[in-house]
Nanobody
Framework: QVQLVESGGGLVQAGGSLRLSCAASGSIFKTSAMGWYRQAPGKQRELVASTTIVGSTNYADSVKGRFTISRDNAKNTMYLEMNSLKPEDTAVYYC????????????WGQGTQVTVSS
């Protein structure tokens, strides 16, 4: 059974930084693209950043230059380094896994709250 567990969320002032982690159990991590999504109140869930198995990355325009996604395949863990945080970054952040055999993200964590105060 695949489990994804996020950690590292919290309350931070605008301009501050947070580092999110996503620990994956099972054997799926090394054969999956991984992504960070977020969902703010009243808004649709959006893909913030993603990384392929070999570490290629993509970012939403709203976070380019401020967020950095990375993965450690030896530790089955993915990270999201968030700098220069803005109040509009406030959301529940979810990690997700997309196995090679699938066309969509199929496994999700429970989410971690990030709140940025102005």
């Amino acid at each position: 059974q695949v489990q994804l567990v996020e950690s590292g969320g919290g309350l931070v002032q605008a301009g501050g930084s947070l580092r999110l982690s996503c620990a994956a159990s099972g054997s799926i991590f090394k054969t999956s693209a991984m992504g960070w999504y977020r969902q703010a109140p009243g808004k649709q869930r959006e893909l913030v950043a993603s990384t392929t198995i070999v570490g290629s990355t993509n970012y939403a325009d709203s976070v380019k230059g401020r967020f950095t996604i990375s993965r450690d395949n030896a530790k089955n863990t993915m990270y999201l380094e968030m700098n220069s945080l803005k109040p509009e970054d406030t959301a529940v952040y979810y990690c997700a896994a997309r196995p090679l055999s699938l066309a969509r993200y199929n496994y999700w964590g429970q989410g971690t709250q990030v709140t940025v105060s102005s």
